[in-house]
């Protein structure tokens, strides 16, 4: 957990927020005003991500970023379990808690099906969805016939099972102080250039002991172990939700979530969903094209 009014040299200069509703300690970044724009990470990073695009959306929409249960600035509880169930709790009671309505639901990574779970329980509240390089789970059947093919192919999806298997996965994803530079960077982005130490300080602060380390375990566990469970698709709410505006703004240089399985399962979803091929761009798509996304975001709003 990160100090709340570290900056990192003025890197992330939100003022700190939390709230208690959720059982724990959890930070978000809320700035601007107008309607919300919900900003979701993935692993094993935090509101950082965005810190780019917050300034930017910031002008004209109000912007809340959440760090996870066990990331960035909130607490990682020891008595909690770290299920996609309990983080899609965390947010939802969040969302309530801040009334937010009408909301822009961006989701990176791991935040596609927290989002997911989110827009299932409260189509009303979603207005539209912003998919960057992330997997939005709503129990279509070619979801059922591409994930595996992902799970296969990608690196670091091999990685998490055979490291399960070895005893390498805990020491590894337990230090990620230590190790985070490899871990995103088995992940993939392109943009090594901007790092230096902040950076790696950013991104490694809030995993200074393996006690702090539970969020980043517990979401690549369930894979290891094949439990990671998706939110059960309600028919009315997943028919709600695929009716709304949806952009997907992809890095075709994703090593983990390869475009070639995940633009097809947006279509499949989304069949008049708006799609943005950025060339040259990683997972961490944010890492290598905030001026490009943030833009993209901003009149995807305005035009819908």
């Known amino acids: ?25 959890m930070h978000y970044v809320d700035e601007g005003t107008g309607t919300p724009i919900l900003c979701l990470h993935g692993e094993p990073t935090w509101g950082y991500l965005f810190r780019e695009v917050i300034p930017v959306l910031a002008q004209q929409h109000r912007v809340v970023v959440p760090d996870h249960m066990g990331f960035g600035k909130s607490e990682t509880p020891q008595n909690r ?25 961006v989701m990176h990574d791991f935040g596609g099906p927290v989002g997911a779970g989110l827009t299932m329980r409260h189509p009303d509240r979603i207005a539209r969805l912003v998919v960057t390089n992330a997997f939005v789970p ?47 960077k088995l992940n993939g982005f392109e943009r090594l250039s901007r790092v230096d130490t902040t950076w790696i300080q950013a991104y490694g602060s809030p995993f200074t002991t393996p006690q702090e380390c539970l969020g980043a375990i517990g979401w690549a566990r369930g894979i290891a172990e094949g439990t990671l469970a998706f939110e059960t698709a309600n028919d009315h709410a997943v028919a709600a939700i695929l009716s709304k505006p949806a952009l997907l703004i992809e890095g075709m240089k994703d ?15 989304f069949p008049d969903g708006i799609v943005h091929r950025l060339e040259n761009v990683g997972h961490y798509c944010y890492e290598d094209a905030s001026e490009i996304i943030a833009p993209l975001i901003d009149q995807f709003v305005q035009l819908t």
């Open 138 to 184: 709503f129990g279509l059947p070619l979801e059922q016939e591409l994930l595996p093919l992902n799970i296969a192919e990608a690196e670091w999806f091999q990685w998490i099972i055979k490291s399960y298997k070895d005893g390498s996965f805990e020491p590894v994803l337990g230090n990620l102080n230590y190790n985070i530079l490899s871990t995103m």
């Open 81 to 105: 379990e770290y299920t996609l169930k309990a983080h899609i709790d965390n947010l939802e009671t969040l969302v309530v808690d801040l009334d937010l309505r009408d909301i822009t639901l």
């Open 255 to 269: 090593p983990t979530l390869l475009p070639k399985y995940f633009i097809p399962l947006f279509e499949a979803a």
């Open 1 to 25: 957990m990160i100090s709340s009014h570290e900056t990192f040299n003025g890197t992330f200069p939100f003022t700190p927020r939390f709230s208690t509703a959720p059982g724990f300690q």
